[in-house]
């Protein structure tokens, strides 16, 4: 009887400390899936920084374009106005001229 319990009490420590070597955490490498979670992880937030990169990019180049067609349509208004200028002056000295003609012509 003695040496059952003997036995029982040594199985019943073994199987306490197994389970205390299990229930610690095991410094492993991480699996493959962990491994892979980590890749996917950098990769999307590389995209993330290279799509903030293009999109501050796309602003400026946006706001480039904005300034270049403002003064554009700035040069157009000043060309309007001396086209207008100009025809404004060839109008006035054809009637001149017209006038001129008519004068001779009552003569």
């Given at each position: ?10 199985v019943?420590i ?26 996917i ?23 480039e374009a ?42």
């Amino acid at each position: 009887m003695r040496l059952t319990k003997l036995i029982g009490a040594t199985v019943a420590i073994g199987a306490v400390v197994l389970m205390v070597s299990a229930c610690q955490k095991k410094e492993e490498t991480p699996g493959p899936a962990e491994s892979m979670g980590k890749q996917i992880d950098s990769v999307v937030k590389n995209a993330g920084e290279q799509a903030a990169a293009a999109a501050d990019k796309a602003q400026e180049k946006t706001t480039e374009a904005g300034q270049k067609i403002d003064k554009a349509m700035d040069d157009m208004k000043e060309g309007a106005k001396d086209l207008t200028q100009k025809a404004g002056e060839k109008m006035e000295a054809a009637g001149q001229k017209i006038q001129g003609a008519a004068k001779e012509t009552q003569k």
